[in-house]
C-alpha cells in the first residue's frame, strides 16, 4: 500500500508537466514534419516528468520561505488540482480527447511497419521493459550505496524530511563555531533539487526509505526515454530508428549503473541538459517560443542539479549563436572559441579558483584513463567508436543546417570536459576512471542523439525515391495510347 502511494505521489508531478505541456499546445505539430501523433505524445510524457518534477521542487522550497512545512496535502494537493484544471481547460480547448488519446497511444504503442520491422519493434519494446524492470529491482533492493550519495545528497534529504522543511547546511568551521539551525556534510553548497525529490518520495512513502526513495532516478531514466524517442520522430526518424535511439541511450553501462545504484545528481543533470539541447535544437527549426522557454527553464534547472550545471548550461550558447546566424555563426563561434582559450591561457597564469576548479598552465591530460574509460572498458560500448566514425562520415551534414546548431552544443561541450580534464586540478581525479566517466555522462545521450539524427540525414537520400523523367513518361503515355 505505501509503494502504491508512492507512485501516485510520483504521478502527480508528472500529471501536472503533462497537462501543463498540452495547456499549451506544446509541441505544436508543424505541417513539414511527419512524426505522427505518437512522437508529440511522447515529447509531451517525458518532458512534461521533468517540468513537473522541477516545479516541485521550485514549490518546496517556496513552502519553506512561507514556512509551511512538508506534508503530501501541501506539496501534492495544489499539483493534483493544478494538473486536472489545466486537463480540463485542454479538454474544452480540443487538444484532449478520446478520440485523439487512443490515436496517439497506438501510434505510440503499434506504429505503422512492415512485418520485419514491427518484429524488430516488438522486441525492442521487450528489451526496453526487461531493463527497466531489472533496473526497478535495484532500486527496490539496494539500499543507499554509492559513496557521494549519502556523503553529499542523501544527508541533506534525511534532515530536511526529519524537520520537515529546508534547513541550511554550511562548512566545517561555521558548523564547529555553533551556528543555530545550520548542518553539516561533505558537500555544503551543493544545489536542492536532488535531495528534494528524495524527500517528496518520503513524504509521499509516508516515512523514511533510503531505497524507495530512490525510484526518481528509475523515472528519469524512462521519461529521457521517452522524450528521446519523440524528439528523433520530430527530428525525421523512422519509427523504428528513433526507437533505436531510444535503445541505445538506455543500454549505456554507465547510465544503467547511474540508475540501479541511485543517489548521484549526474543522471538527472545529464538528462535536463539533453532535453534542454533538443528542446533548442527543435527551436532552431520551428522558431516556436514554447520551444525556447521550454529551453530555457531546462538550461536554468541546470544549474539548481549540480554546480557545474551553470558550465553545462553555458554550452548550450554556441548553439544559440549558430541558429541566429546561419551564414556566419560557425565563424563567430570558433572565433569565440579562440577567445576563451586565450582567456584560459590568462587566467592560469594566476591558478584562478572557479567553483573550487584550479587552472593552471600545467597541461598534463590523463591520456592513458581516457582511452580505457572511453574504448576499452565496457562503460560505453562502442558509442565513442560509433562516434568517430560518422563525424568522418558526415562532416559535411554537421556543419549545415540543420545539425549545425546541435553539432556546435556538443563541440563545446566536448570542449569543456577537455579543460575540465587537462586544464585543471580535477584532472587528478580522471586517474580514477570514475570522476571521468561521470563527467561524461551528462553529454553521452545527446551524443547518441545527434548520431541518430546524422544517420538519418546520411540515409535521407537513399529513401527518398528517384523521380520519373518526364521524357520518359511522355514515351509511356504515347505508347499506352497506341
Known sequence: ???LALACGWAVPWLFGFALLLALDWPRPDPRASNGRGGNAALRLGYGYFVGTLMLTLWMRLLTVIGVGFDWLAIGAPFLVAGAALLAFAARRGSLSYHATRAALASLWRPRLERWQHIAWLLLLAWLALRFALLGAEVAWQPLYPWDAWVQWATKARVWYELGHIVPFVNADTWLAGTTGAYFDAAPNYPATVPLQQVWSSVALGRWDDSAMNWPWLLTLIALSLAIYGALRDGGAAPLVALIGVWLVASLPLVDVHVALAGYADLLLGAVYTLAALALYRWTRYRDWRDAGIA????????????????WALTLLPGVVAALLPHRGTKVVAIGFGIAALLLLALGRSETVIFGYHLNLVFEPPWRSLLESYFLFANWHLLWYAVIALALLGARQLIKPPLVP???IVATGLAFLFVVFAYSNASAWIGEDITGNRATLQLAPLLVCLGVLLWNELTAAARVPE????????DASAAADA
Open 296 to 311: 530555457l527553464l531546462l538550461a536554468l534547472a541546470c544549474l539548481s542539479i549540480k554546480v557545474s550545471g551553470l558550465f
Open 406 to 408: 546541435l553539432t556546435t
Open 467 to 474: 523521380p520519373v523523367p518526364v521524357v520518359a513518361v511522355a
Open 1 to 3: 500500500m505505501s509503494y
